[in-house]
Nanobody, 119 residues
């Protein structure tokens, strides 16, 4: 089993920055596709960023140029650096890990961390 724990959320003014972390415990391994999602009140959960096993990344159009996702396989941790934050970025942010094979095969979610951007 793998457990994910996010941290780094908080309250920030528009234009500010936050860095989210997601640490995996258990046997996650390096063959993990990581994703960051967010869910604003009353809205569906949307994908924000994907980090492939090669560390290549893809982003939602709404965050391109402002958010940077990265991974540290040695620490079983992924990050989401969020710059130039806007009030519309306010949401609960979740990390997601998809492990395609092995004893820990499956999809895992963190508990979420609140990000609030004030105008």
């Amino acid at each position: 089993q793998v457990q994910l724990a996010e941290s780094g959320g908080g309250l920030v003014q528009a234009g500010g920055s936050l860095r989210l972390s997601c640490a995996a415990s258990g046997s996650a391994g390096s063959s993990v596709v990581w994703r960051w999602y967010r869910q604003a009140p009353g809205k569906q959960r949307d994908m924000v960023a994907t980090i492939a096993t090669s560390s290549s990344t893809n982003y939602a159009d709404s965050v391109k140029g402002r958010f940077t996702a990265s991974r540290d396989n040695a620490k079983n941790t992924v990050y989401l650096q969020m710059n130039s934050l806007k009030p519309e970025d306010t949401a609960i942010y979740y990390c997601n890990a998809w492990i395609p094979g092995g004893v820990s095969r499956g999809t895992y979610w963190g508990q979420g961390t609140q990000v609030t951007v004030s105008s």
